[in-house]
């Protein structure tokens, strides 16, 4: 291979990277940093105008003079910088006083006086490196006047006069005017310089410097004076500096100047040559400067009011009406209005930033678009050095935009910094700074004065708008300026090479052809200077060949980009300036009728280029001029109010880049989006440690600036993440809310007033651009503006997890919804930074704060904090209402719950941000009144899938132990339950309400009923509520997924189940482009990867196929459910004992489903009636529907539904009301049945929550039945018909098998089933009750009382107890009241006594207002009491018994009639508890509290009392169907016509004598109550659901 093909490889490669770029495609927000300064050609002449002898000119010696004068103001810079930085020495040097006592001994005085000289030698030491500055000082003062009066004296001499000036030799002396300005004001404002000299001079002792003393003392302008004083002692002076003066205001007038420091420099020197053109005024003599022609005032008091007070060096500004004070001939009373003493309202409006703004705006506007139209072209066609028209034509239009942008940023910088200085010498009111309520008593309130309350919220925008235009044109340009330096210098040369080598051509034909031979050597000089010619050779009679035909000729000369020397440029001016002075001979007409040399267009042409060329230096000096029109530093600086405030240093709430950095940070105006402008306000960190460190020379302020700029950055950045973060997540916030909601919330907050910003909507704030700044520049280091944002916002967002979190833990189950939407408004707040920031994932924060990391983490702090509120609240303290599918909180909370306080003081923008947390409080308000659907979809949503599980395993737990706790109280309650059997329908339903009512009113009375009992019920049935809405909301989860993944397996209604992969359409597509990639390996590089496209087919297949099958949650509980009861044998014992027929104990069953019968009856019962204006509180709002969830579950899995909706009380009640409705046609006016008012009203309240209960069983029943079907029995019984002969009293059956239950494998259980010959046999057991009549009970053996267990014995019961049960017999019809007595144990001589005392109403009515009665003797045959001496039995552990009272036997006399209400408990009730129970309780008081554990069992108590209405022992036997119930109806009279039929056909026949009145078909008619008859019964139709 040969050299040239690398080459030719390699070489366009290497070329390439000149397009590479290294930087971020982002906006760029910051001034271009300038590690490296390059100055091509300084500002300043570097040799001090040396090498101006090699030039033939007229003007050396006025060179020398400017080279002398520029080293002055030069060296004058240190002292400048030197005074502005001072910091007093003495006051850092403690105060020692050694006094030496003169009783001393000389020892102890040689002693302390050696150590005092050692002091003060320290002292003198340390201090007298300062004195040395100053003096030397004092001796550049005295040079630099020394040098200024020789330099006037040349120019005052009369020769001089005639002769044209150098304009640089003005501007140069203006220069040492300003400096010993600045000198002289500075050392007057510097009082740490006195202090330190008086300080080293008693250290020092006596010193004879006596001029070093009077410079340092406090006399005021010593420098000036002395300057003043020099030149007055000059001849002609005045003219000089009259001239000097026209020069300033000339400048001022046309802008000629670059640099804010040349202007401020003209406006310093203007008050200040005024007085040194001022004689006397005590002379009447001497020069006044008002009253002499030669000084033009107009202009003066134009430019003395426009510009009032004007920056001298860094933050010490200066009022030039003050100068004007010391004027000898300035009177105020009558100049001061004229020469600007009280500023008007213009000058306050020019001194207002906001004046300027537009302006600014729109000339940096129009100003950007041409310099980006001018900078494409450059970077699209590429200079070429060649002397073509277009070139000329177009670097002629980059200086013109170069030298405009200078002036643009030179006028910007100097408007900022005039503002400053303003501010400066007008501070805010003390009014202002008390009502903001400003500390004014902590130093360095004057400098906050200025700063920090002196600027707007809008002065402010608009400082940092300009601040930002002023960097971003200045960093434009400062990029460009290795593309834009080439063709500067080639317009530069080229328009030097036009002047000298052709516009020069004319004049010098015409001087040339007049033979004026002074002209024409001056305008050879120039050509001679600055000329290059083409091939090095010069042309000396080129304009011999000139015609003025020809007009204008273009210059023929070497194409360079080679600029003229900084001497070679101003000697150029200078002659220039000296061709066209009006002293020069070239403007002088030769004789009276002669003309000059110059004619006008030579004069307009030459001015031109003079003007043109003044800024030839700057634009040579870009990088230089760029920042010197650019710097802001003054901003910072502050070392005038430090002095004047005696503080070391001011905190950053009082400084400028700082106020300015945080109020872009915190200002939310839409119409100025700023955020983008944060860099370039920290610029002004950047300006202030340059000039420490290159221009004051001062390592100690660099320090501090370094200090302050770290401190603010940490500021910055926390601010700056603070505001991203709570912009992104109200933008979040706001999104997540429905538009209709968010529009009615914002007008509710605008009629409200609620808010400043009415709003939701976020406005737009560019972010993304500080976002995306990886290296910007800040006192020399690069940093990565992204990473740290990133890290802030990573550490606020895990603070908003936790807080999120820790507020949930400390809420109820309600809080999960909340959770679930902070957690998604952080979400996507975590989106949208994400895009430009580099976060930990949102996992991975979420998971760190929820403690889910780590091998053992199966729980997590959102599921056990959940966990722990639906145990310890949801299920025990929550009603649940299966309509609404809600949990509600009960009425009366019987297990409260205590949970944190939430955290307070959170940030605003923590939660949903600042934005929209009130709104959604107002939706989360919503919702937390309850538990249902949205919090289930919330817990999913947040809790893992791994979470529920534990969950749902936690609460089967919780369940089983709540069934251990039932099982106990099972046990107890069913042997307390008393035998009963089934009213019949004519006793209507108030006689039924009644009967049950008092026979379960034992059990209602039972202190742990409600508490224990019905709330265990109620938590077993929540949590099956609970996770029926869990299983309900999963199987909805998994229908979305199902529908979602079965078009990609092929699965449709046809298929149900997952086909082969190959049959799927994602396999075969997947397979499909496998073989077509196999087809043709030429076009398409078959990756390894689609070779195992079966298998991860065929895997994607197998972990996706289960979405097509069907699991249910609830499914699986219930079957838990069952195996618990299993387990626990509650399955066995909740089936009670075999029936002594064989086939239904319809009195005394043992079954679970009696139990909860009775529970359901209770449950219904209305223990609290209403009071006027309130509502009583049933056991359905207290306990909800989860009571009735738990025990329709237990008999569902029992199989006892079709028993219980047999044998249940409230359903039989239900059943006798229906009955009633629809027959009150055809009811009687029998009074059997009929109760009182009271009573009724409690029948009709029970009724009403009965038929709600029926209609939730019914639901609960088909829930359970298809959820989870009940087994199918496999007992079956075979009823056989009656044999031949027999009686038909009796039916053989024969059991062919049992029912299994299925629970960890085929266990069969032996409990018999009757389930299945329910339905067959409900019609024979009606028949037969209906047909059965109660008979008296029949005598125990051995004379024991009536009663089911031979263990009990009777008590006498006590007289209040006799009482009432007299008074409840009274209340009875006579049959009724022989049924009760019967039943009660009591003889039929013992009731018959009874019924002939008390038949009559007037010994009724004496018996009411009896006050005592004395008790029935006890039946004959009764068992004597127990002994009193007889030690009562301990109570067993566990819940109390049931009955509340000691039992007595039945009374032996008539009872008291009662007055109303329920039916208390009957004499002959419940026996006494045998002797292994718990003592019997008092007659009165409360119960006493019952010990822990499970309730005894109850034994069974004797029949229970019927209801009002029914006669004792039972109902009356039925009479012959037809026979009315008071007996046979009358005959007729003889002869006359037989009576009509009843309506059922013939009477039946008469009973026979002595025979009981048999019981119509309905029952006894009830009788009248004594307050009339009883109110209508209700209307037809079911009766309306519960309250």
């Known amino acids: 291979m040969s050299t040239e093909e690398p080459r030719e490889i390699f070489l366009p490669k290497v070329q390439n990277l000149d397009n590479f770029e290294l ?44 080279a002398k004068m520029d080293v002055i103001v030069e060296h004058g810079q240190h002292f400048v910088h030197m005074l502005y930085t001072f910091r007093s020495v003495s006051r850092a040097i403690p105060m020692v006083n050694i006094n030496i006592p003169p009783d001393a001994p000389k020892e102890e005085r040689d002693e302390l006086a050696a150590k005092r000289s050692e002091i003060n030698r320290k002292i003198v030491d340390i201090i007298h490196p300062e004195i040395v500055k100053l003096k030397e000082l004092m001796q550049f003062v005295d040079h630099a006047i020394a040098v200024f009066r020789e330099t006037m004296q040349k120019l005052a001499a009369a020769e001089a006069r005639t002769k044209v000036v150098p304009e640089g030799l003005y501007v140069a002396m203006i220069k040492v005017v300003d400096l010993l300005v600045k000198l002289d004001n500075l050392k007057d404002m510097k009082a740490c310089l006195n202090n330190d000299f008086s300080r080293y001079k008693r250290a020092l002792g006596a010193t004879t410097e006596d001029e070093f003393k009077k410079f340092i003392s406090n006399e005021k302008q010593i420098i000036f004076n002395t300057l003043r004083q020099e030149v007055k002692q000059i001849m002609g002076h005045e003219d000089v500096l009259i001239e000097i003066l026209e020069q300033v205001t000339y400048n001022l007038e046309n802008h000629v100047f670059v640099t804010p420091d040349e202007m401020f420099r003209t406006i310093r020197v203007l008050p200040h040559l005024m007085l040194l053109i001022d004689g006397d005024a005590a002379d009447p003599k001497s020069f006044n400067i008002f009253r002499n022609k030669a000084v033009k005032l107009a202009p003066l008091q134009k430019l003395m009011k426009e510009y009032p007070v004007t920056p001298l060096y860094g933050d010490m500004p200066i009022t030039l009406f003050y100068i004007m004070y010391r004027v000898p001939h300035f009177d105020r009373a009558s100049m001061g209005a004229a020469w600007g003493e009280t500023p008007d309202s213009r000058t306050e409006a020019h001194h207002n930033i906001t004046t300027h703004w537009l302006t600014i705006k729109d000339s940096f506007n129009s100003f950007i678009v041409r310099f980006t139209a001018v900078m494409n072209k450059v970077n699209r066609y590429p200079f070429v050095k060649v002397l073509e028209k277009e070139n000329i034509e177009f670097a002629s239009s980059v200086y013109s935009m170069v030298k405009d942008g200078f002036s643009r940023l030179s006028n910007w910088t100097s408007i900022l910094t005039q503002v400053l200085s303003w501010k400066y010498s007008h501070p805010a009111p003390m009014e ?246 944060v860099l370039f306000t920290m610029d002004i960190y950047n300006d202030a440690a340059h000039r420490a460190l290159y221009t004051l020379n001062q390592q100690f302020l660099y320090d501090e600036i370094e200090a302050e700029a770290n401190l603010v950055f940490d500021q910055l950045i926390y601010l700056l993440s603070d505001e991203m973060y709570t912009y992104y997540k109200n933008y979040a916030a706001s999104t997540g809310l429905d538009q209709v909601y968010k529009i009615l919330h914002e007008k509710l907050r605008r009629m409200t007033k609620e808010s400043k910003t009415q709003s939701m909507m976020v406005c737009r704030r560019r972010y993304e651009i500080p976002m995306g700044q990886r290296h910007i520049q800040l006192l020399g280091r690069s940093i990565d503006l992204n990473y740290l944002i990133g890290q802030h916002i990573n550490n606020k967002m895990y603070r908003d997890i936790e807080a999120a979190i820790k507020r949930f833990e400390c809420s109820d189950y309600t809080g ?63 009603s649940y209402n299966i309509t609404t599918e809600r949990f509600v909180r009960s009425p009366v909370t019987l297990r409260p719950v205590e949970y944190d306080k939430p955290p307070k003081h959170l940030p605003a923008n923590m939660m949903y941000g600042s934005l929209c947390n009130k709104a959604y409080d107002h939706i989360s308000k919503l919702t937390r009144k309850f538990f249902g659907k949205p919090h289930i979809e919330a817990m999913l949503t947040v809790l893992s899938s791994s979470d529920i599980p534990v969950i749902v395993e936690e609460c089967i737990n919780n369940l089983e132990e709540k069934l251990k706790d039932v099982q106990a109280y099972v046990e107890a309650l069913s042997e307390g339950i008393l035998p009963c059997k089934l009213p019949k329908f004519f006793y209507r339903s108030g006689g039924c309400y009644g009967y049950f009512e008092g026979i379960l009113r ?159 009856f209770l449950f219904c019962v209305q223990e609290v009636a209403p009071t006027e204006g309130t509502l009583a509180e049933s056991d359905s709002d207290q306990f909800g529907h989860g009571f009735s969830a738990a025990g329709c579950l237990f008999v569902h899995i029992l199989g006892q539904r079709h028993k219980y909706e047999l044998l249940d009380f409230s359903y039989h009640i239900l059943n006798v009301f229906e009955h009633e409705e629809r027959t009150k046609a055809l009811q009687n006016e029998s009074q059997v049945g009929v109760v009182d008012s009271e009573l009724q009203e409690s029948t009709n309240h029970f009724v009403n929550s009965a038929y709600a209960q029926r209609c939730l069983q019914n639901e609960l029943f088909a829930l359970y039945e298809n959820v989870y079907p009940s087994k199918p029995s496999k007992t079956v019984k075979v009823f056989h018909p009656p044999r031949a002969g027999s009686d038909g009293g009796s039916v053989a059956s024969t059991t062919r098998s049992v029912r299994s239950y299925p629970i960890s494998g085929q266990i069969e259980s032996a409990a018999p089933s009757i389930t299945s010959t329910l339905p067959t046999f409900t019609s024979q057991v009606t028949e037969r009750a209906d047909k059965m009549s109660i008979q008296e009970p029949p005598a125990a053996e051995s004379g024991a009382p009536p009663s089911l267990s031979s ?30 007595m019967q039943g009660d144990g009591f003889s039929s001589a013992e009731v018959d006594a009874f019924i002939a005392e008390y038949q009559d109403s007037a010994s009724v009515g004496k018996l009411q207002s009896s006050n005592s009665v004395s008790p029935p003797l006890p039946p004959s045959n009764a068992p004597p009491p127990m002994p009193p001496s007889a030690p009562p039995a301990q109570p067993p552990k566990g819940p109390p018994p049931l009955v509340s009272a000691p039992l007595a036997s039945p009374p032996s006399g008539p009872p008291p009639q009662s007055s109303g209400g329920p039916p208390s408990m009957p004499p002959s009730g419940p026996p006494s508890m045998p002797s292994s129970g718990p003592p019997p309780l008092p007659a009165s008081g409360p119960p006493p509290k019952p010990p822990k554990g499970p309730p005894p069992a109850m034994p069974p108590g004797p029949p229970p009392m019927p209801p009002p209405g029914m006669p004792p022992g039972g109902p009356p036997p039925m009479p012959p169907p037809g026979m009315p119930p008071g007996g046979p109806p009358p005959m007729p009279p003889p002869g006359g016509p037989p009576p009509p039929l009843p309506p059922g056909g013939p009477p039946p026949p008469l009973p026979p004598p002595g025979a009981p009145p048999a019981l119509p078909p309905n029952g006894p008619p009830p009788p009248m109550p004594p307050g009339g008859p009883p109110p209508p019964l209700p209307p037809k139709g079911p009766p309306p659901p519960p309250r």
């Open 432 to 677: 202002k700074l008390e009502a903001l309520r400003a500390d004014t008593s902590k130093r360095g309130h004057e400098y906050e004065r200025v700063i920090r309350y002196n600027f707007t919220e809008g002065e402010l925008t608009v400082v940092v708008d300009v601040i930002s235009m002023i960097k971003s044109l200045s960093s434009l340009m400062f990029k460009a300026e290795s593309k834009l330096a080439p063709i500067l210098r080639f317009h530069i040369h080229h328009s030097v090479q036009q002047l000298v080598q052709a516009d020069l051509l004319p004049l010098l034909h015409r001087v040339a052809k007049r033979n004026r031979s002074d002209v024409f050597e001056a305008v050879q000089q120039i050509r001679t200077l600055a000329a290059d010619w083409t091939d090095g050779q010069p042309k000396t009679d080129d304009y011999k060949e000139y015609s003025r035909k020809q007009g204008r000729i273009e210059a023929s000369h070497p194409s360079r980009v080679v600029a003229p020397g900084h001497t070679q440029l101003s000697l150029l001016r200078t002659q220039i300036r000296a061709l066209y002075d009006e002293k020069s001979a070239s403007r002088q007409k030769q004789g009276f009728f002669g003309r000059a040399d110059l004619e006008r267009d030579d004069i307009a042409l030459l001015e031109a280029f003079y003007y043109d060329s003044f800024y030839y230096q700057y634009v040579l000096n870009y990088g230089g001029t760029l920042r010197a029109v650019s710097d802001l530093s003054d901003l910072w600086f502050r070392e005038f109010f430090l002095e004047m405030t005696k503080c070391v240093q001011f905190p950053i709430e009082m400084s400028m880049p700082w106020i300015l950095t945080e109020h872009v940070i915190t200002n939310k105006v839409v119409e100025i989006p700023m955020i983008e402008n």
């Open 1002 to 1160: 034992p059990i209602l009375e039972y202190e742990d009923l409600k508490s224990y009992v019905f709330q265990n019920f109620r938590e077993i049935g929540n949590m099956i509520m609970f996770m029926k809405c869990l299983s309900s909301e999963l199987d909805l989860r998994d229908g979305l997924s199902f529908v979602t993944v079965a078009p990609f397996f092929g699965i449709t209604p046809d298929k149900e189940s997952v086909p082969d992969v190959v049959l799927t359409p994602i396999g075969a597509t997947l397979l499909n482009l496998m073989d077509d990639t196999q087809l043709s390996p030429e076009v398409v590089a078959v990756p390894p990867v689609l070779s195992n496209i079966p298998d991860m087919c065929q895997r994607l297949v197998d972990m996706n196929s289960s979405v097509s099958e069907s699991k249910s949650l609830f499914k699986f509980f219930l079957r838990r459910v069952e195996e618990i009861m299993y387990q626990l044998n509650l399955t066995g014992e909740w089936q009670g004992h075999p029936p002594p027929n064989g086939v239904l104990d319809v009195e005394n069953s043992h079954e679970f489903h009696r139990l909860w019968s009775t529970l359901n």
């Open 23 to 66: 930087c971020d495609d982002v906006p760029n927000i910051q001034f271009s940093p300038m590690s490296v300064v390059v100055e091509t050609t300084p500002l300043q002449n570097p040799i001090s105008y040396a090498d101006h002898p090699a030039f033939i000119t007229q003007f050396g010696s006025e060179m020398e003079q400017i």
């Open 816 to 878: 999960i919804l909340d959770l679930r939407c902070v957690l998604k408004v952080l979400r996507d707040t975590h989106t949208l930074l994400s895009e430009h920031l580099e976060l930990d994932s949102f996992d991975s924060l979420y998971h760190e704060v929820n403690e889910s990391y780590g091998p053992t983490a199966f729980r997590n702090r959102i599921s056990l904090h959940m966990l722990r509120t639906l145990v310890t609240d949801l299920f025990p303290n929550c």
């Open 1351 to 1380: 263990s009990f014995t009777y008590q006498p019961p006590p007289d209040d107890e006799m009482t009432k049960y007299r008074k409840m017999l009274v209340r009875m019809p006579p049959e009724a009241v022989r049924h009760k």
